[in-house]
C-alpha cells in the first residue's frame, strides 16, 4: 500500500446537499437505495433544482462558491486522474452525517470510486476513530490510493431558512444539521451563562452526540461570535 491519500474537507458545498427533499414518494429500503432509485431521485431533483433556479441561486447567495455534486464529482476526478487516482487502486472513505441526506453526495463518489468505508457517524466527526482508521488503511488496494471526504452538512427550506430543511413525506420541517444545531445550542447556553458543563455528558446511549458537544466546547467563544 502506498500512503498516499487525498482528502475533500466539506461543508457540503453542492447545492443538492442544501436542499429540500422532492416531495414526490420514494419506496423506503432498509439497504443503500437501488441504482433506478437514485436515478429517479436524480432526475426529480434536476428538474426542480436546475441551476440558475431560484433556489439554485438562493444557496449560491448564502454560500458562495457553491457547486452541484456533479460538478464536484467531475472536478475531483479530472483533477485525481491526473494523479494516478482511478476506481480499481482507490478506496473511498467517508466522514459525513448519518443523515439520509448526506447519502447523496456519498452516493455520486460510490457510483465513480465503488462502495465506501463509513468512519462517519453525527455531525460528520469521524467517531470509527482509531480502530476504524486503522482498518481503512489496511483495505488501500496495494500501490493504490485513498480518496476522503468528510464535512458537515446543512439544510436550507425552499423560502431560504438555513438550518432547516423539507423532508420528503414529513410535515414537520426539520433541523439539519440537527446534531450539530442541538451542540450549538448547548454551548451558546454554557457560553451565556444559562448553563453549566454537565460532567456526566458522555453516556453510551447517546454517546456520538455527547461528544460532538465536547468536541466544541472550546470553540464557545468563536461560534458565538460568528
Known amino acids: 500500500m502506498r500512503a498516499s491519500t487525498a482528502a475533500i474537507a466539506l461543508l457540503i458545498?453542492?447545492?443538492?446537499?442544501?436542499?429540500?427533499?422532492?416531495?414526490?414518494p420514494?419506496?423506503?429500503?432498509?439497504?443503500?437505495?437501488?441504482?433506478?432509485?437514485?436515478?429517479?431521485?436524480?432526475e426529480l431533483k434536476n428538474k426542480i433544482?436546475?441551476?440558475?433556479?431560484?433556489?439554485?441561486?438562493?444557496?449560491?447567495?448564502?454560500f458562495p462558491g457553491a457547486i452541484s455534486n456533479?460538478?464536484?464529482s467531475k472536478r475531483v476526478v479530472k483533477a485525481l486522474d491526473a494523479k494516478g487516482f482511478t476506481p480499481e487502486n482507490t478506496l473511498l472513505a467517508t466522514s459525513v452525517c448519518a443523515d439520509e441526506l448526506a447519502r447523496v453526495l456519498e452516493d455520486e463518489f460510490v457510483d465513480i470510486y465503488g462502495t465506501n468505508f463509513n468512519l462517519g457517524g453525527l455531525s460528520g466527526f469521524p467517531f470509527a476513530g482509531n480502530t476504524g482508521w486503522g482498518a481503512m488503511s489496511a483495505h488501500v488496494p496495494d500501490g493504490g490510493y485513498c480518496l476522503t471526504i468528510h464535512g458537515?452538512?446543512?439544510g436550507i427550506t425552499q423560502d431560504g431558512v438555513i438550518g432547516k430543511v423539507e423532508r420528503s413525506g414529513i410535515a414537520l420541517v426539520d433541523s439539519c444539521c440537527g446534531s450539530a444545531i442541538a451542540a450549538s445550542n448547548y454551548l451558546k447556553a454554557i457560553t451565556d451563562g444559562?448553563?453549566?458543563i454537565n460532567p456526566n455528558l458522555q453516556s453510551f446511549s447517546d454517546f456520538q452526540q455527547s461528544a460532538v458537544q465536547e468536541l466544541i466546547l472550546p470553540f464557545g467563544k468563536r461560534l458565538n461570535d460568528a
Open 49 to 62: 433544482f436546475k441551476r440558475d433556479s431560484p433556489f439554485d441561486k438562493m444557496v449560491r447567495k448564502s
Open 70 to 72: 456533479t460538478d464536484l
Open 152 to 154: 458537515p452538512h446543512v
Open 26 to 42: 420514494l419506496r423506503v429500503q432498509q439497504h443503500r437505495q437501488s441504482t433506478s432509485e437514485l436515478n429517479l431521485f436524480r
Open 13 to 24: 458545498t453542492a447545492s443538492e446537499a442544501f436542499m429540500p427533499s422532492p416531495q414526490q
Open 194 to 196: 444559562d448553563a453549566s
